[in-house]
């Protein structure tokens, strides 16, 4: 179910500041989005990376004292006009601002953004003062340049510093100033398609829009925060030094070995960080007893992946183990090997 065990639809290049962004090339949506008179399309992505962003911004947040890489995390929605395609750009100022290139497309509810200040269809002009940079790839086709560099703009800031943003709403600009926020380093993203893949690669989550149709955000969390913890560990990065053989052999020997203990990995962090964010972690138990054959194929799946009983099992044991007492949040035994190669 991850990008490192090579099941996954090819995020974007994205925020990495914990945000979802619509997705990279939406070539379905100019047709679709001129027959609709209320831009019921656009609303339903805005509805969907919402809650995306806002799950991922709860397990950032929550989580970042047991991160060694954190980013500003101020609960934004970032996009850009020209990551759209050039067909439907001109609707998209009534429906999302953009009285410049790149604005606020949400607002994660109770985030260090929203308590500032900061509205869904704010522009944004600059961050710290410094203009954003116009990427000229956009001009003609849809391109995720602009964007990808404002939010590595804002990426780049202090994780442990107040964040300034210059806005502009309705012709009138002020400066906001964003309180720290620290988070989990990773981006996030919704992947638009049929499927319910969902994949990690070290600085990117993406997970597929099926998962928002199909299942309410409990069951969504159990995804993320799994992805999520593929990054937090490092697993891509481990399973390249450990020289693991992709595609064909990725099942076979050594290979599936260790992608099977990443995966295996990656489920018991994800109890943990939903855990420490307030998710009930049994929910785990719940997504790979009742829906896991639905995710991972089944009797079909990739010999990658531990079965969806293994899953659930192990889930459940790991947390039966925490502690009565166990703070919140709760750093488990595992994060100390988070640096040490796979064997």
């Known amino acids: 179910m991850s990008r490192v065990s090579i099941l996954s ?4 290049a994205l925020s990495a500041f914990l945000l979802a962004v619509p997705p990279q ?17 656009f609303a ?16 950032a947040t929550a989580n970042a004292a047991l991160c060694r890489d954190v980013a500003p995390t101020p609960g934004l929605i970032v996009h850009a006009i020209d990551q759209y395609d050039p067909g439907v750009r001109k609707q998209l100022p009534a429906l999302f601002g953009f009285e410049g290139p790149v604005a606020v497309e949400a607002v994660v509810p109770g985030s260090a953004a929203a308590k500032a200040g900061v509205e869904a269809d704010d522009t944004i002009e600059a961050v710290d003062g410094k203009p954003l940079t116009v990427s000229p790839a956009g001009a003609n086709q849809a391109s995720t340049a602009t964007r990808d ?10 994780a442990d510093h107040p964040l300034r943003l210059t806005l502009l709403r309705h012709g009138q600009r002020r400066e906001v100033t964003i309180p720290a926020q620290p988070g989990c380093r990773s981006r996030f993203e919704m992947m638009m398609g049929p499927g319910l893949s969902a994949s990690a690669d070290g600085d990117i989550v993406q997970i597929g829009s ?6 309410d955000d409990r069951m969504i969390a159990v995804v993320v925060a799994h992805e999520f913890s593929h990054n937090i560990l490092h697993h891509r990065d481990r399973l390249d030094a450990a020289g693991v053989k992709r595609g064909l052999l990725s099942e076979f020997g050594r290979n599936g070995r260790l992608f099977r203990q990443t995966e295996t990995e990656a489920d018991l962090l994800g109890v943990i960080l939903m855990r420490n ?25 990739s010999r990658t992946h531990p079965s969806s009983s293994a899953r659930a099992d192990a889930v459940a044991a790991e947390i039966a183990a925490i502690p009565a007492d166990a703070p919140t949040p709760y750093r488990p035994a595992l994060l100390d090997r988070a640096a040490a190669p796979l064997q």
Do not use: C, K, N, T
Not at 25 to 41: H, N, R, T, Y
Not at 288 to 301: I, K, N, S, Y
């Open 277 to 301: 964010a307030g998710y009930d972690p049994h929910d785990a138990v719940r997504f790979w007893r009742e829906h896991g054959g639905e995710v991972d194929g089944g009797l079909f799946r």
């Open 25 to 41: 090339a939406p070539a379905a949506i100019p047709a679709v989005a001129e027959q609709s008179d209320d831009g019921a399309l």
């Open 210 to 215: 099926r998962f928002f149709e199909r299942f």
């Open 149 to 158: 560099s404002a939010q590595r703009q804002i990426a780049a800031e202090p």
């Open 44 to 59: 339903a992505m805005r509805e969907a990376d919402l809650r995306l962003a806002s799950i991922a911004w709860r397990l």
């Open 9 to 12: 639809s090819a995020f974007v």
